[in-house]
C-alpha cells in the first residue's frame, strides 16, 4: 500500500505547485495608447481607428488623433474613412453570389457576359475569363492614369477605354493589379442584376452586415457627421489637409466608405466561412476560393530577419501571405487623403482593420502588425522602429544617389513653335483628353486633378510642374513628367507624348484645336466658290445654324471647325485645314488648303 500512497502524494504535490504556477495571461492590449500616439507622432499622421475581432465578436476597437485636424475632432470606432481598394473584395463578392445562382461561370469569357467589354486584340476577348480579372492576371499593366487624370462621371466612357489600352505580358503569365478589371466586374453584375453596383452591394452584402453607416461615394461621405477629412504630409513634417477625391466610375475598383466598427461584420463574415449571426451572406464554396491562391504575385526568398513572414499571393479581392508562420488573408486600399487595411487570419479566426485619414500611409501596416503579434502571442517586433530605420537609410540613399544624377537636358535649345502653337485639346481613346493652353505666356496643362504649369525643357520637350493653389509652383523638383510634342510634315503640332505607363512606349495623344464661337453672320462672308484649277472649284457653305462646311467635285464634303480668325480645321481629318485671306476691307479674296504635302491656294471667284 506504501507506493500507491505515495503516489497519490506525488500527484498532490504536483497539482499544487501547478496551481501556485498558473499565470494570468497578458492583457494583448495594454500599454497600446502610448505605443499607438508614438506612430501617430512618427508618422505625422492626423488620425486612425483600429479594431480587432475574434471569430463573431469585437475585441478591441479605438480611435487615436483627428478626424478632423483643424478642429480637432477626434477619430473614433465609427468615424468614415475612405477604404480605397479594400472595396474590391466587396466587389469579387457580387461575382460569387451570381456564381453560386448559376448566372455565371468564372472560367468562362468575361465578354460573353459583357458584350460592351472589349480588350485590344482578339485573343484577349476570347480568352480573358472573370476569373482572370479577378486576380489581376489579364496581361494588362494598371493604366491607372487612365481613370486618376482623366476622371468621369461615366462607367461606359471608361469601359470604352480598355479596348485601346495595350497589354505588357501574356496571358496568365504575369500578376499585374489592375483597376479596371474590377470596374469590369462591377459592370458584369450590373449587366446580369439590372441593378447598380451601388445597389448590389447595399442590398447583398450592406444590409445584411448591418453596415448601416456605410457608402459608396464621396458625394454620401461629405454628408456623413463623422466622416474623417484627408490629409498628406507635406515637405516631410506639416500635415496638410488635401481635396477628397471622387473615384465616380471607378467606384467598384475602391469606392466605398466605412468606419473599423463596420468593417469589423465585414470580417466576422470571412473568418466565419462566409456567415453572419449564422447565417449565410456569402456562400462557403466562393469564401473558400476567394482566399486560396489563384495567382503568384511575386517570388523572392523569406527576409533573413523575419524568415518567418513569406509567400505573395493573390486570390479574388485579397492579397495572401505567411505572417510569421501565420495565414494571413489581406488588402490595402490608398486614395487621396486616406489609407486602410483589412486583414484576417482565417486559421486563427482573428482579424485587424486599420483605417487613416493620411494619404499613402505607412500607418495602416506598422498598427496591423503591431497588434498581429499581440493578439497572436507572438514575440513582438519593433514594426515601428523598423519602418523609422528603413525610411532615414532611404532618405539618405536618396540624397547620395541626387549626388550623382547627371541631367541630359541639352542647354540653349528652344521650342519650334511660339508657344500659342501648341495649345489645343490632345485625346488618346484609351486614356481621355486634356487641355493645353497659352495664358499670359505660360503653357497650362489642365487636369481632372489640377493644372500643371509646362516649363521648358529642351527642343519641344516640356516637363509638367504641379500648381499648388496656397504654395504656387515648386520649381525645385528635380524629377518631373517629361512630355514631347510632334509636328505633321506641315510644321504644324500634331500630338504629344507623355510617358503614364512603365513598360509600355509613351502614350500618345492627338491635338485638336479647340473650336472657337463665329456668329452665322460672320461666316456668311466665307460663303462661295474658289478656283482651285481651270474647271476645277472648292464650293464653301453653311448647313445648319452656324456650320461652314466644304465640297470638291469628287471629293465628300468636309466639316470645318473655326479655330482662328479665318482659319478652319478639317473636322474628319487630322493635319488639314483651310485659312481664308482677307482683305483691307474686310472681304475675303482667295483660300488657302494646308495639307501635310504642301499648300494649295485659291482665289475666289464667286
Not at 508618422?43 to 478626424?67: E, H, N, T, W
Not at 499593366?141 to 486618376?148: G, I, K, V
Not at 459608396?216 to 461621405?221: E, F, G, P, R, W
Not at 473636322?571 to 485659312?579: A, E, N, P, T
Amino acid at each position: 500500500m506504501k507506493p500507491k500512497l505515495l503516489l497519490l502524494l506525488l500527484l498532490a504535490f504536483n497539482f499544487s505547485f501547478a496551481q501556485k504556477k498558473t499565470v494570468a495571461k497578458a492583457d494583448p492590449f495594454a500599454g497600446l495608447d502610448t505605443a499607438f500616439q508614438r506612430v501617430l507622432k512618427d508618422r505625422q499622421a492626423a488620425g486612425f481607428a483600429v479594431a480587432v475581432v475574434s471569430k463573431d465578436k469585437i475585441l478591441y476597437a479605438k480611435g487615436f488623433g483627428y478626424r478632423d485636424y483643424e478642429n480637432k475632432l477626434p477619430a473614433t470606432p465609427t468615424t468614415q474613412f475612405a477604404i480605397g481598394s479594400c472595396s474590391k473584395a466587396f466587389t469579387s463578392s457580387l461575382i460569387g453570389l451570381l456564381e453560386k445562382d448559376n448566372k455565371l461561370e468564372l472560367d468562362k469569357p468575361a465578354t460573353s457576359y459583357l458584350p460592351e467589354l472589349r480588350f485590344f486584340n482578339d485573343n484577349m476577348n476570347n480568352m480573358i475569363t472573370i476569373r482572370d480579372m479577378m486576380c489581376h492576371r489579364t496581361g494588362l499593366p494598371r493604366h491607372d492614369y487612365s481613370w486618376y487624370l482623366f476622371n468621369t462621371t461615366s462607367r461606359d466612357s471608361l469601359l470604352r477605354r480598355i479596348q485601346y489600352q495595350e497589354p505588357t505580358t501574356a496571358l496568365r503569365q504575369t500578376w499585374q493589379y489592375n483597376n479596371f478589371m474590377f470596374l469590369a466586374q462591377g459592370m458584369i453584375a450590373e449587366k446580369l442584376t439590372g441593378k447598380s453596383w451601388e445597389e448590389n452591394v447595399k442590398e447583398k452584402i450592406f444590409t445584411l452586415l448591418g453596415m448601416t453607416n456605410s457608402n459608396l461615394s464621396i458625394h454620401d461621405l461629405k454628408k456623413n457627421k463623422e466622416a474623417a477629412l484627408g490629409y498628406t504630409v507635406h515637405k516631410d513634417s506639416i500635415i496638410k489637409k488635401i481635396n477628397y477625391y471622387d473615384i465616380n466610375a471607378m467606384g467598384p475598383a475602391g469606392s466605398i466608405n466605412s468606419s473599423v466598427t463596420e468593417m469589423a461584420n465585414w470580417v466576422m463574415t470571412w473568418i466565419n466561412g462566409g456567415k453572419f449571426n449564422g447565417k449565410e451572406v456569402l456562400p462557403a464554396k466562393y469564401v473558400q476560393e476567394a482566399i486560396s491562391s489563384q495567382m503568384v504575385i511575386s517570388s523572392a526568398l523569406p527576409d533573413k530577419e523575419i524568415p518567418d513572414a513569406h509567400f505573395a499571393n493573390y486570390g479574388f479581392g485579397w492579397m495572401l501571405s505567411s505572417y510569421r508562420g501565420h495565414y494571413r488573408v489581406e488588402h490595402g486600399g490608398n486614395i487621396d487623403g486616406f489609407s486602410a487595411s483589412t486583414s484576417f487570419f482565417p486559421s486563427d479566426s482573428i482579424g485587424i482593420i486599420v483605417l487613416t485619414n493620411q494619404n499613402a500611409s505607412a500607418v495602416t501596416g506598422i498598427v496591423r502588425n503591431m497588434m498581429a503579434d499581440r493578439i497572436l502571442g507572438i514575440k513582438p517586433i519593433d514594426w515601428n522602429g523598423r519602418r523609422n530605420d528603413a525610411d532615414a537609410k532611404a532618405k539618405k540613399a536618396e540624397q547620395e544617389s541626387a549626388k550623382n544624377v547627371t541631367s541630359n537636358k541639352k542647354v540653349g535649345t528652344k521650342p519650334s513653335h511660339t508657344q500659342k502653337d501648341y495649345a489645343g485639346v490632345y485625346t488618346n481613346p484609351g486614356y481621355g483628353e486634356f487641355e493645353i493652353t497659352n495664358d499670359n505666356d505660360s503653357l497650362i496643362l489642365h487636369t481632372q486633378n489640377g493644372d500643371l504649369w509646362l516649363r521648358h525643357y529642351h527642343y519641344d520637350v516640356f516637363e509638367a510642374l504641379g500648381i499648388d493653389k496656397e504654395d504656387g509652383i515648386d520649381t525645385t523638383q528635380q524629377e518631373n513628367l517629361k512630355i514631347q510634342f510632334q509636328m505633321t510634315l506641315a510644321g504644324e503640332i500634331s500630338s504629344v507624348s507623355l510617358g503614364l505607363q512603365p513598360g509600355l512606349k509613351d502614350i500618345e495623344f492627338i491635338r485638336s484645336t479647340k473650336a472657337k464661337e463665329v456668329a452665322k453672320d460672320e461666316l456668311k462672308k466665307y460663303i462661295g466658290e474658289y478656283e482651285l484649277q481651270p474647271g476645277v472649284n472648292a464650293k464653301f457653305y453653311i448647313k445648319g445654324e452656324k456650320t461652314l462646311y466644304a465640297f470638291i467635285e469628287g471629293q465628300p464634303e468636309y466639316e470645318l471647325v473655326p479655330t482662328d480668325k479665318n482659319k478652319f480645321d478639317l473636322k474628319i481629318i487630322k493635319g488639314y485645314s483651310v485659312f481664308f485671306d482677307e482683305n483691307d476691307k474686310g472681304e475675303i479674296t482667295a483660300v488657302s488648303f494646308i495639307q501635310p504635302n504642301g499648300t494649295l491656294k485659291a482665289k475666289k471667284v464667286k
